[in-house]
């Protein structure tokens, strides 16, 4: 492991359908760490997450991607995934006729039964209740959201890419979802939770913001919630631009 | 078939024939315990055709090589010079505790075999068929059944077929049924053939139901190598709140072929018709869907939906996160939707 990071983003730069979505993207995260990167709705945050997972259409035209010191920028989903690195979606898909607990079970290097229903409970859900259920249009996008973070915390895996587990849950369910995100990684699984809700981000050792499809800061979670909080809701860079249309400047 | 004893840990509490009740029945060893291996591998277990307390009927070829009655339930099989004549009668107000258990293959890798059957379900009974066909070493084998069904008043039939054709693609299995469903009366067919090759199949059910019945129809394959699907499901509504589901689960890799017809009519005051098909396909494979949704009557309604599609890469890409390959992660999800 390079410098000691698990992870390492070095100058990564993305374009989708003729746009830029990424560009000048420089991350590193150490073993353990949660690392919270915030930005708001369409900053980025979700194109870094599948290009770091190496999902289709997401290849990167420069830069590359480290994992534990490894060169990951030309391996696919799968091959990266057995090195420990996972992906939790924001609209997690839907299964016919797959059982959540077959669902549980496929990531899993040791598959028992109890460390089955040990992740269904690390998301406040019932084993009982739960584990026979199709993972599909019968459940509530609540229930599915916290079935996906059950499967990747049943994977153990060293990287954990959590893509706003955060929304479409209420309030309440936020302290379960950071109390899960401590566990993740005392228990080792580092965590890259992305999120565009500041109230999540104390959770974080580290934290970054990402605007238009860059990291614009990195540091201390609570200078980078600040911040958010202060120049991003509303957003400074948008009214800018409303500005500079409005008056003939851009 | 020996008097072997039913498995203690799935089937305790059932007796189990007895020599002299076996040696009545018109086995022949050699081949019986060839057909039940090959039944256990499309999940029967084998203790069942063994048992006096569960009806069963056991064919190779033309071979009739078990067959078991119930009170309430007569089965009569009649040996031709290509398959069997069956007749199957459960008498009126019969509720069969335990699914009967019918069992039709052909161990050579060559051969025809033709079974025609009649089912009678008299009124008010209610019955649960499961049916194992198996054509494990088959090369060039023909598969023909032909059924006529009736559902009593207020009955219930249920009819759940599972093959198997072997590794080779080499069958030909023309499945077809006139069913007929009186008034008040259930019918459910479920017809699955997702594990090895399928060959040529050509699936033909045709169903009308009176007033108030119920029919239901669920055609389930998984196709690969140049195996050719054909099903056709027509289900015809004409009595009052009537109801009908066409059903089809489709999954097609290779250079295989398949084409569904779902038909529903709706010819009676306040009938509810819906016709659902799905099918997946996978590298040059071809899939056609033709929903057919007629309506005879201003209060009927008759509904449909079909999607073919390959598949969603959002569901592999899922998968494949969770370290699975892309071929272990297609398999999953049509295996999914087989099961579904």
């Known amino acids: ?250 | 078939m020996g008097g072997s004893k039913a498995s203690p840990d799935t089937l305790a509490e059932l007796p189990v024939a007895t020599p002299a009740e076996t040696a009545r029945r018109p086995a022949r060893f050699g081949e019986f315990e060839a057909i039940v291996r090959s039944f256990e591998r499309t999940g029967g277990n084998p203790a069942l055709l063994r048992s006096p307390q569960v009806v069963s009927l056991v064919i190779s070829g033309n071979k009739v090589l078990g067959a078991n009655e119930v009170p309430g339930v007569h089965v009569e099989a009649q040996e031709l010079e290509h398959g069997v004549q069956v007749k199957v009668i459960v008498e009126p107000g019969t509720r069969l505790e335990r699914p009967a258990h019918l069992c039709f293959g052909v161990i050579p890798a060559e051969g025809v075999q033709e079974i025609l059957s009649e089912f009678e379900i008299g009124e008010g009974a209610k019955a649960e068929f499961i049916a194992h066909c198996t054509f494990p070493n088959a090369v060039k084998v023909r598969h023909l059944m032909e059924a006529k069904i009736h559902v009593g008043r207020e009955a219930e039939m249920i009819y759940r077929e599972t093959h198997y054709h072997g590794e080779t693609g080499g069958v030909e299995v023309i499945p077809k049924a006139e069913v007929a469903v009186d008034e008040g009366g259930r019918y459910t067919s479920e017809f699955v053939l997702t594990t090895g090759r399928v060959g040529k199949l050509a699936f033909d059910y045709v169903v009308d139901v009176a007033a108030r019945g119920v029919a239901e129809l669920v055609v389930k394959a998984y196709g690969s190598g140049d195996d050719a699907i054909t099903v056709k499901e027509t289900i015809h509504l004409n009595g009052e709140r009537a109801r009908g589901l066409a059903k089809s689960r489709i999954a097609l890799r290779d250079r295989a072929t398949a084409e569904v017809i779902g038909a529903t009519e709706g010819n009676a005051p306040y009938a509810r018709g819906h016709v659902d098909c799905i099918e997946i396909v996978r590298d040059q494979a071809v899939a056609n869907a033709v929903p057919i949704v007629r309506v005879r009557d201003d209060r009927a309604h008759v509904t449909h939906e079909a999607a073919i599609g390959t598949v969603n890469k959002k569901e592999l890409e899922t998968l494949m996160a969770r370290g699975l390959d892309e071929e272990e992660a297609v398999d999953v999800i049509i295996r999914g939707m087989l099961e579904a």
């Open chain 1, 1 to 250: 492991m390079k410098n000691g990071y698990l992870l390492q983003v070095n100058d990564l730069h993305l374009q989708r359908q003729g746009r830029q979505i990424l560009r000048r993207v420089h991350l590193a995260m150490a073993p353990g760490q949660v690392f919270a990167l915030l930005g708001r709705n369409g900053s980025g945050k979700s194109s870094l997450a599948y290009t770091l997972m190496g999902c289709v259409g997401y290849t990167p035209c420069q830069g590359r991607i480290l994992f534990a010191g490894q060169d990951i920028t030309p391996l696919p989903i799968n091959e990266r995934a057995r090195l420990g690195l996972t992906l939790a979606w924001q609209e997690p898909a839907r299964f016919e006729g797959l059982k959540v607990r077959d669902y549980l079970a496929l990531g899993m290097g040791k598959r028992t039964p109890e460390r089955i229903a040990e992740a269904l409970e690390a998301v406040a859900l019932s084993p009982a209740a739960y584990l026979d259920r199709p993972v599909d249009e019968t459940l509530s996008g609540g229930e599915r959201k916290r079935i996906e973070l059950a499967a990747v915390y049943a994977m153990r895996p060293r990287l954990a890419i959590l893509d706003e587990p955060d929304s479409g849950i209420d309030v309440l369910s936020l302290d379960d979802i950071g109390r899960l995100i401590r566990r993740m990684a005392d228990e080792g699984t580092s965590v890259l939770l992305i999120t565009h809700r500041d109230e999540m981000v104390p959770v974080a050792d580290a934290a970054a913001l990402m605007c238009e499809g860059e990291i614009v800061r990195v540091g201390d979670p609570e200078e980078v919630r600040r911040h958010y909080a202060r120049h991003c809701v509303p957003c400074e860079v948008a009214e800018a631009v409303e500005e500079a249309v409005a008056y003939g400047r851009f």
